[in-house]
C-alpha cells in the first residue's frame, strides 16, 4: 500500500519536489502552503504560492491554515490520517503537526547539515565562498534544522555561480534525492544519521540591512557577498545620498592607496575599491530606475571620485 504524504511548501523551490512526487507516483494526499493574500498594483490581485497553483492542476486538495497550531487544522490533519508529511520551504512546524505520521515529518533542506542550519542556507554557502554545497533529507524535531539526516547529495558551486543559479539547480537536485528518500522509507531501507552539533554553522534569515556591501574587506569577500545575494534580495550601497544595487561583479587584484568605498569611473567602467583591490560592478541600478550592464550604465551616469556610505 502507498504510503499516504501530505506535502508542506509554499515557493518555487518546492513546486519541483511535490511535482518530482506527483510524477513518481507517490500518493500525495494534501497540499498545506500559505494563504493567499492581496498584492498588485493598489492590492487588487490575489496572489497564490507556486505550490497551491501546482495543486490545483493536479487536483489535490489544498488545505491553507492561518494558524498551524489550531485545533480545527490539527483535527483535519487527523482526519487525512497520513503516514508520512514533507516539508520544503516552509515555516516552522508545531510539535503537534510535525509528530502526527507514525513516520513523523521529514524536511528537504539546502545545505549539507549541520552545516547552515536556518532561513538562507544557499546564500550563506556562497557569501562565505563555500566551493561546494548540498541537500539534505532529514527526520524533523523540535529544534530547527536537527533532525537525524536520512540522505545528502552535494552540489557543486562554481566560480561563476550566484544564488540564482545555485538555486535552480539545487531545486531540481533536491526534488531527486527527496524521492530517492521516500524510496528507501517505504523498503524501511535507511538508517538516520545523528548531526554532530560540533560542526554545525547558521544560516539565518536575510533582512535589507544584511545586503548593505562593507568596501572594507578583500574583494572576494565583497564578490561573494554581490553573487550570495543576486538576483534576489540583492547587495546594495549608497553612494551620495542615491541607493545602487549591485548585481554581478568580478574581482581585480591590485595593490593600493586609495581609500576602500572610493568609485572610479571611466568611459567603460566602474570599479570601487576594496582592501586588496577592486570590484569591477558588472550590473547595477540605481534607486527608482531599471538595471543595466555597466556600459549603459557609466554611459549617462557619474561616479567617479564618488565615496560609498556603507563604509
Not at 222 to 240: C, E, K, N
Amino acid at each position: 500500500m502507498k504510503l499516504r504524504i501530505i506535502f508542506f511548501g509554499s515557493p518555487d523551490f518546492a513546486v519541483s519536489s511535490l511535482e518530482a512526487l506527483i510524477q513518481n507516483g507517490f500518493n500525495v494526499i494534501a497540499v498545506v502552503t500559505t494563504p493567499d493574500k492581496w498584492g498588485g498594483r493598489g492590492n487588487k490581485t490575489l496572489l497564490e504560492s507556486d505550490v497551491k497553483k501546482s495543486a490545483l492542476q493536479h487536483h489535490i486538495p489544498i488545505l491553507q491554515p492561518e494558524k498551524l497550531s489550531a485545533p480545527s487544522f490539527l483535527d483535519i490533519l487527523s482526519e487525512f490520517n497520513p503516514d508520512l508529511q514533507i516539508v520544503v520551504a516552509f515555516k516552522m512546524l508545531p510539535t503537534k503537526v510535525w509528530s502526527l505520521p507514525r513516520l513523523g515529518t521529514i524536511n528537504l533542506h539546502g545545505s549539507l547539515l549541520p552545516k547552515y542550519r536556518g532561513a538562507a542556507p544557499i546564500n550563506w554557502a556562497i557569501i562565505r565562498g563555500e566551493k561546494t554545497t548540498g541537500l539534505t533529507t532529514f527526520q524533523l524535531k523540535h529544534e530547527i534544522d536537527t533532525g537525524d539526516i536520512l540522505m545528502q547529495k552535494e552540489v557543486k558551486i562554481e566560480e561563476n555561480d550566484n544564488f540564482g543559479t545555485v538555486y535552480q539547480k539545487m531545486k531540481v537536485i533536491g526534488a531527486q534525492l527527496l524521492v530517492d528518500t521516500i524510496y528507501s522509507l517505504e523498503k524501511n531501507d535507511f538508517n538516520p544519521i545523528s548531526q554532530d552539533n560540533s560542526q554545525a554553522s547558521s544560516a539565518p534569515k536575510i533582512f535589507h540591512e544584511t545586503c548593505i556591501i562593507d568596501f572594507n574587506k578583500t574583494t572576494k569577500e565583497v564578490h561573494d557577498f554581490i553573487r550570495g545575494l543576486s538576483p534576489s534580495p540583492v547587495a546594495w550601497t549608497i553612494i551620495q545620498g542615491t541607493k545602487y544595487k549591485i548585481y554581478a561583479s568580478q574581482i581585480q587584484l591590485e595593490m593600493h592607496n586609495i581609500p576602500c568605498g572610493t568609485c572610479i569611473q571611466d568611459k567603460k567602467s566602474l570599479k570601487i575599491a576594496c582592501t586588496d583591490g577592486f570590484i569591477q560592478v558588472l550590473e547595477i541600478q540605481e534607486d527608482a530606475r531599471k538595471k543595466m550592464d555597466i556600459q549603459s550604465f557609466v554611459n549617462g551616469s557619474q561616479l567617479d571620485g564618488k565615496m560609498t556610505e556603507s563604509c
